[in-house]
């Protein structure tokens, strides 16, 4: 691979992530709307297919499978040597994975101060429901504040992971191009033998 060719596959990989992101955001925004209009579920019954066959092809295509976007994107050139090309890959990756993470971070913050100080309102929360024998009514959740909880929840894990590197996700990237470069060693070696 060139270095525009990994830059390329970084933009990709990027565009992919906030692809997903946007997509759950949207759905999260479906639940919310759904239920502040008392309409019925019928529309994210229909809904949840379209998330699901839209979520994997962009999965698949912008974020794992992106090598013949890749080509188309930045054509050919002056392939790296295999320890240059694998140095350039991680770094690319690592600073996809570190900037959307720090996007994420962000928006996560509110979230994360939330559970940080969550542990400061169970006891009176528990007092409650012992001394009174009731459900606390501040935690009678309408299920669209729920859809916001999980989804920023998730988001703030998300955010966490990416700024620690994704670090299964570059195993994997280098494990491919391991494999793809493998058959160009043999033979130039074997041409080197010859």
Known sequence: MTKMQIIAKAVLTFIGLSAIVNLCQNLRTLISTTQAQ???????????????????????FLIFKNDWLVYKMAGSGENLNPERETLWLV???????????LMLLLASIPTI???????????????????????????????????????????????????????????????????????NQKQYIEGIEK
Do not use: C
């Open 38 to 60: 008392d309409t019925s579920m019928f529309r994210i019954i229909l809904f949840l297919p379209v998330f699901i066959i839209s979520l994997i092809p962009i999965a698949y």
């Open 91 to 101: 770094v690319s990756l690592k600073l996809v994975a570190i900037l959307y993470g």
């Open 113 to 183: 101060l939330n559970i940080i100080v969550l542990p400061l309102h169970i006891r009176p929360l528990v007092n409650e429901i012992f001394t009174y024998k009731t459900f606390p009514k501040s935690l009678n959740f309408t299920p669209s504040q729920w859809s916001y909880m999980i989804y920023n929840f998730l988001q703030a894990i998300l955010a966490a992971y990416l700024l620690y590197g994704w670090p299964q996700f570059i195993r994997f990237q280098l494990n491919i191009q391991k494999t793809k470069s493998l058959p």
